[in-house]
């Protein structure tokens, strides 16, 4: 089954300590993005990937890292997560045209406490 | 900047159409996109447009004007489980992808 996978679906975690959040995709997608979602905010885009060890930043990239060494994961990093980053996480690939839409993973509900 | 702007709320009748508008400004543009997000569930993609004019695609058809920053979901024969926020994104210039902040739609009996 064509899919997104992200891990995991819900974290609780304190101020400062580091954090991974995993993607991984099997459509083998070129293009990777991560977004997160607030009330009210919509998806704002964090960073995203046209390719392997191609990235850059979307509108909101402070306080976030991403690696792309495979064309499937692109992992989100956290090196010292904040309150403010509590939020909805979702993980999605498409094509390099992008035509087909992005397929979306299932997310990951991150607070900071 | 860049924006795209739809509206917060909608409410339509079971068995009606309804027409949700999206404008944009954007820094260059590759494409328009339209998804559908249930509460507490990811988004999941219905439509695509680049070139000008109406895509149709079942229930649903998605219109694009370039020339002024507009496009519109068309949701036809509307059904209950059509209750759900509509997303509208586009692909930029640079191939960033933006979205607006989503229009909740609520179908009543």
């Known amino acids: 089954e064509a899919q997104v996978t992200q891990n995991p679906r819900y974290l609780i975690t304190v101020t400062g300590k580091k954090l991974t959040v995993t993607c991984s995709q099997n459509?083998?997608?070129?293009?990777m993005s991560w977004y997160r979602q607030d009330p009210g905010l919509g998806l704002r885009q964090i960073y995203y990937s046209m390719n392997v060890e191609v990235t850059d930043k979307g509108d909101v990239p402070e306080g976030y890292k991403v690696s792309r060494k495979e064309k499937r994961n692109f992992p989100l990093i956290l090196e010292s997560p904040s309150p403010n980053q509590t939020s909805l996480y979702f993980c999605a690939s498409s094509s390099q045209t992008g035509a087909g839409g992005y397929t979306f993973g299932s997310g990951t509900r991150l607070t900071v406490v | 900047g860049q924006n795209i702007d739809q509206p917060t709320e909608m409410t339509a009748t079971e068995g009606a159409i309804v027409q949700i508008n999206c404008t944009y400004q954007t820094s260059g543009f590759n494409g328009l996109f339209w998804y559908q997000q249930h509460a507490g569930e990811a988004p999941t993609f219905l439509s695509y447009?680049?070139?000008?004019g109406l895509e149709e695609k079942g229930r649903f058809s998605s219109f694009l004007s370039r020339s002024k920053g507009y496009s519109y979901l068309l949701l036809k024969e509307l059904q209950m489980k059509d209750s759900a926020s509509y997303l509208c994104?586009?692909?930029?210039?640079?191939?960033?992808?933006?979205f607006g902040a989503g229009t909740r739609l609520f179908v009543k009996a």
């Open positions: 447009n680049v070139l000008d």
């Open positions: 994104a586009v692909r930029t210039g640079g191939f960033k992808t933006i």
């Open positions: 459509m083998n997608h070129e293009y």
